[in-house]
T-cell receptor, first 115, second 113 residues
Framework: DAGVIQSPRHEVTEMGQEVTLRCKPI?????LFWYRQTMMRGLELLIY????????DSGMPEDRFSAKMPNASFSTLKIQPSEPRDSAVYFC?????????????FGPGTRLTVL | GDSVTQMEGPVTLSEEAFLTINCTYT??????LFWYVQYPGEGLQLLLK?????DKGSNKGFEATYRKETTSFHLEKGSVQVSDSAVYFC????????????FGAGTRLFVKA
């Protein structure tokens, strides 16, 4: 099992540019989560999907952020336009409902730097 | 709403010292409780879990007991190693309603040789 796959692992961009982060969840998992981690704010849940449908996007900081899940094996998080305060590590995680507990499996993260 | 509070770090210990990281929670009903660990440069991974009161989760020498009466889930290890240096997150998942996991702020542990 390859685990959750995220790309790119590192992204450096300039303010105002569009950034797209990608995630491939574990095959068969029906929940997908996007998190942001910073020193100041810790780990924040941005949005999560169930069976490709967004369930709760209350953590998305503003309209510059958008997320999609066109199919069960792929999701994107887009920031347009990017700002320096968006610099953070972005994690994708997936999970399977029906287990006796709700373990989440995290990807390695994408470290985003906005100059 | 549901929440998790864990002790602030960093925690610095010498190798072979005893570790305790405190965690308390607020939740309705009977949530599942977790400890996740994040090693440098990696994502979080599940360390141990407990799904009902008085359950003890254990893994890699770490233990935590689900205490309903004190709403606590403290992490312990009898003898830490340098390789245990990481950030530890206490978390809960409600067994009713939504499927979100609520994470604590994380506690950074440094173990010195």
């Amino acid at each position: 099992d390859a685990g959750v796959i995220q790309s790119p692992r590192h992204e450096v961009t300039e303010m105002g540019q569009e950034v797209t982060l990608r995630c491939k969840p574990i095959s068969g998992h029906d929940y997908l989560f996007w998190y942001r981690q910073t020193m100041m704010r810790g780990l924040e849940l941005l949005i999560y999907f169930n069976n490709n449908v967004p369930i709760d996007d209350s953590g998305m900081p503003e309209d510059r952020f958008s997320a999609k899940m066109p199919n069960a094996s792929f999701s994107t998080l887009k920031i347009q336009p990017s700002e320096p305060r968006d610099s953070a590590v972005y994690f994708c995680a997936s999970s399977l409902r029906g287990a006796s507990y709700n373990e989440q499996f995290f990807g390695p993260g994408t470290r985003l730097t906005v100059l | 709403g549901d929440s998790v509070t864990q002790m602030e770090g960093p925690v610095t210990l010498s190798e072979e010292a005893f570790l305790t990281i405190n965690c308390t929670y607020t939740a309705t009903g009977y949530p599942s409780l977790f400890w996740y660990v994040q090693y440098p440069g990696e994502g979080l991974q599940l360390l141990l879990k407990a799904t009902k009161a008085d359950d003890k989760g254990s893994n890699k020498g770490f233990e935590a007991t689900y205490r309903k009466e004190t709403t606590s889930f403290h992490l312990e290890k009898g003898s830490v190693q340098v390789s245990d240096s990481a950030v530890y997150f206490c978390a809960l998942s409600p067994n009713t309603g939504g499927f979100k996991t609520i994470f604590g702020a994380g506690t950074r542990l440094f173990v010195k040789a």
